[in-house]
């Protein structure tokens, strides 16, 4: 089969049951893709898949049915991002963080509401799936929220 990561195809002929995290990891080297639970709880392991997050320890590689794209493959898009969770605090040691960048990418494509709380209770409810043992959630939600805010407010200037 054929799976195409961050703009790279490769020809792969994977056992049978083997996720697409093992691939993403051992075959792409993309180690931003982390295990945790390995059972679809935790969320360390998202990646977007066809733009639409997906848990890469419990998706199949032989289901993926787009191009995956990483942490690793958001590093211009997420750039903005990332700089608002270390300017918040939005981690600690840092293991969840690949996850929630790719989690928190897919909403923020989507746009948040331009009130603020409703834009807090979206990015909240969007990004439940992603737990975090070091933070708390709320720089996490800010981050997400502040980036939000100042893209909307660049793209209002460049129209
Ligand atoms: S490692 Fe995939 S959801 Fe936890
Ligand atoms: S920063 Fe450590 S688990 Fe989230």
Partial sequence: ?????????RDLSP?????????????FGATS????CERGECGACTVLVA???RLACVTP???VDGEVTTAEGLAEESADLRAAFADLGAFQCGFCTPGQVVNATALLRAGLPADAERARA???AHMSGNICRCTGYA???????????ARAEAGEETR
């Avoid at 893709?33 to 945790?36: C, E, S, T």
Wanted: aromatic residues 0%.
């Fill in 122 to 124: 979206k990015a909240r």
């Fill in 51 to 53: 733009g639409r997050p």
């Fill in 33 to 36: 893709v982390k295990l945790a």
């Fill in 61 to 63: 590689v032989e289901l």
């Fill in 15 to 27: 056992a049978p049951g083997t996720v697409l995290a093992a691939v993403l990891r051992e075959r």
């Fill in 139 to 149: 720089a996490i939600i800010e981050a997400v929220c502040a980036t939000g805010r």
């Fill in 1 to 9: 089969m054929n799976i195409t990561v961050n703009g790279q195809t």
